[in-house]
Structure formats: structure tokens, C-alpha cells
């Protein structure tokens, strides 16, 4: 089942739905909670009006097509599953910060000043972001393998704590700098 979602002030609902479209146009939250896996592209405010998206999957994974909060935050959490790239090399993620946590990995293409980004079971962390970022990253458990890969296609990394442990960490700045954010 699929469904398309527009308010001028708000979206805050439970849904158990293979894709959704959330769109609050005005000041107002996109908050949802799903049952399993979810494609979902939200957006919440415009760069005058404050909206933040937070969209939980309990049982499944998060197949972004492009998720939106210009100014505030993007939290996504899938607790079973992976959060991952539904739109090619298009933005998947865009605001001042967003906080991402998988059961399984992450992979997304972001626009974001702040990220916080954790993959708590078996899996990798794909970040590539379209200008200057201060991340804080971690993959894995001792037990269980992730690598770290995060790239910066038009700026700089500012890096937090970054950890894959037993496992790869891999940072690139393409026209910036990596410098310490610990400092």
C-alpha cells in the first residue's frame, strides 16, 4: 500500500505502508512511525519555516527517495533493518543536521552540516555528501563487521569520533580538508 500526505502545519502518524509521501509545507514536524520496510520521500518546513522529519521502521528498512527538513533535522532509525539509496545519485538526505541509525547500514547521499550516523548490527556506513561536514560515524561491533566510507564531493570533513571496529574507515575530502573536530 502506498500513500501521499500533505499538511500545511504537521504530519505525525503510525503507518504500515510499502511507500509514503509526507509533505508539511508550512512550520510543522513530519513525524512517522512504521511497522516495517518503508520508500518514503518527506519534506518538512522551508528555509523560513521550521520542520523537522523523524521517521522510525520498527521491523524493516528505510529506502530513501529523498528526505527533507531545509534548516533543521532529519532523524531516521531503522531497527531491523538497513537505511539505504532509493533515488541514484540525487540527494537522499538535506538538512542543518540529520541523525541516521540502522540495524543493518546506511548508505545515502546527503546535504547536511551535522551528521551522526550508526550502524549497530553486520553492516557498512556509505556517506557521500555534497559539501563541507562534521560527521561522527561507527559500524560494527566487535563481532559483527562494518566499514566507514565518507566523502565529500565539494568541501571539507570535520571529523568526530569515527570507528569500524576490525573493519575499514575511509574519509575523503575531494575539494577540502579532514580536520580533527575533537581539537
Not at 154 to 171: K, M, N, P, R
Request: no cysteine.
Amino acid at each position: 500500500a502506498s500513500a501521499s500526505l500533505s499538511a500545511q502545519s504537521g504530519i505525525a502518524l503510525d503507518t504500515a505502508l510499502a511507500t509514503l509521501t509526507a509533505t508539511s509545507s508550512g512550520a510543522g514536524d513530519v513525524v512517522i512511525s512504521e511497522a516495517d520496510d518503508l520508500t518514503v520521500a518527506a519534506s518538512a518546513g522551508t528555509a523560513a519555516l521550521a520542520g523537522n522529519v523523524t521517521i522510525v521502521s520498527a521491523a524493516g528498512s528505510l529506502a530513501l527517495n529523498g528526505v527533507s527538513a531545509l534548516g533543521d533535522t532529519v532523524t531516521l532509525t531503522a531497527n531491523a533493518g538497513a537505511i539505504t539509496d532509493a533515488n541514484g545519485a540525487a540527494v537522499n538526505v538535506s538538512a542543518a543536521s540529520a541523525t541516521l541509525s540502522a540495524q543493518s547500514g546506511i548508505a545515502a547521499d546527503t546535504a547536511l552540516a551535522t551528521l551522526t550516523a550508526t550502524s549497530s548490527g553486520a553492516g557498512d556506513i556509505a556517506i557521500t555528501e555534497a559539501d563541507d561536514l562534521t560527521v561522527t560515524a561507527s559500524a560494527g561491533t566487535a563481532a559483527l563487521a562494518g566499514d566507514v566510507t565518507i566523502a565529500s564531493a565539494a568541501g571539507s570533513l570535520t571529523v568526530g569520533t569515527v570507528s569500524a571496529l576490525g573493519d575499514a574507515i575511509t574519509l575523503s575530502a575531494n575539494a577540502g580538508a579532514i580536520v580533527d573536530g575533537n581539537a
